[in-house]
């Protein structure tokens, strides 16, 4: 599994909703969001990159 899905999968699970494109997790909020939302938005991406890499991949290796 790339760990652009698996990030995504994770995020769910915080009540966040991205989808990878290809190897890529693209961003684009509305331009509405509030301050809060992206406080938890990328909160919750900087910590779930963390657990993913922490975890690494399905060979055994580090995430880089």
Same mark, same amino acid.
Do not use: T, Y
């Given at each position: 599994?790339? /760990? =652009?899905?698996?990030?995504? *999968?994770?995020? %769910? +699970?915080?009540?966040?909703?991205? $989808? ?10 509305? /331009? =509405?969001?509030?301050?809060? *939302?992206?406080? %938890? +938005?990328?909160?919750?991406?900087? $910590? ?17």
């Amino acid at each position: 599994r790339r /760990l =652009s899905k698996r990030v995504c *999968e994770e995020l %769910l +699970l915080e009540g966040v909703w991205l $989808r990878p494109l290809g190897n890529a997790i693209p961003i684009v909020p509305p /331009l =509405s969001i509030s301050h809060a *939302e992206l406080k %938890l +938005l990328f909160d919750s991406l900087r $910590r779930v990159i963390q657990r993913v890499a922490m975890e690494g991949d399905n060979s055994g290796r580090l995430a880089h």
